[in-house]
């Protein structure tokens, strides 16, 4: 993709400032599980719940960003002309999802 190409498009603010919201309260969250970490006593599987936790708000933060990016950015690209480009960023991203 052409360095050009990521200036013209950005994150929506209202999108990411309810990403930036979320993630704080996922640190928030970490930092709770770190906590339980310190103690001796501690019981795996509530270790692994919570961990499971922060995965699920990750992946809604992950569907939120996506779901900006397909309403402005994707749905928009062939007024712009970089249907190719869009695709392709968005196949590499989907490999990790």
């Known amino acids: 993709m052409a360095s050009s190409h ?6 929506d ?3 990411r400032e ?3 919201r979320r993630l ?10 770190l906590r339980m970490l310190e103690s001796e006593d501690v ?9 499971k936790a922060v995965q699920g708000a990750l992946d809604k933060v992950g569907e939120l960003v ?3 990016h397909l309403k402005i950015h ?4 062939h007024e712009r002309g ?15 999802r």
């Open 24 to 33: 704080l309260s996922i640190r928030g969250h970490v930092e709770g599980i």
């Open 66 to 68: 996506l779901r900006s």
């Open 74 to 77: 994707v749905a928009t690209a």
């Open 13 to 15: 603010p209202r999108t």
């Open 43 to 51: 019981y795996c599987v509530d270790v692994l719940k919570q961990i």
């Open 6 to 11: 990521r200036h013209k498009l950005r994150l």
């Open 18 to 20: 309810e990403a930036r």
């Open 82 to 96: 970089d249907v190719e480009a869009i695709v392709d960023e968005l196949m590499e991203v989907l490999k990790y």
